[in-house]
């Protein structure tokens, strides 16, 4: 009898301590970036941005959905490839650090447009 009741006193604590909710930690998230893409990169088809950028520094796929990113001394840039007519585009791009008037800094992207580096292998 004494061994039941201890049960049923664990079990009591038990459900106790999983009715009582539990605050999430407050956690700052950086703002989101100022929305808006670069001038003439939106819609540029993978085969021009390599010609433009070079090969990148690291690739990631996702399903048919391409992450392309481009390594400076300064800055990385990140394209965004979307499927658009059966062939890859870019679609977004950001830059860490990233721009003022948007998410990618054009300083940046000038940068790695004239001085791309070659992917380790």
Not at 28 to 36: R, W
Not at 71 to 97: I, M, Q, W
């Amino acid at each position: 009898m004494q061994r039941i009741l201890v049960l049923l006193c664990l079990c009591g604590a038990l459900c106790a301590c999983a009715a009582t909710p539990k605050q999430a930690p407050n956690i700052a998230l950086p703002s989101a970036p100022p929305p808006g893409e670069p001038a003439g990169l939106s819609g540029m088809q993978a085969e021009a941005l390599r010609v433009a950028y070079g090969p990148p520094a690291f690739v990631r796929k996702d399903g048919p959905l391409e992450m392309w990113r481009y390594d400076s001394a300064g800055c990385k840039a990140f394209f965004f490839l979307y499927p658009d007519s059966g062939r890859l585009a870019v679609r977004h791009v950001e830059t860490v650090p990233r721009g003022q008037a948007m998410a990618a800094d054009t300083h940046c992207l000038d940068q790695l447009r004239l001085h791309p580096v070659t992917p380790v292998s």
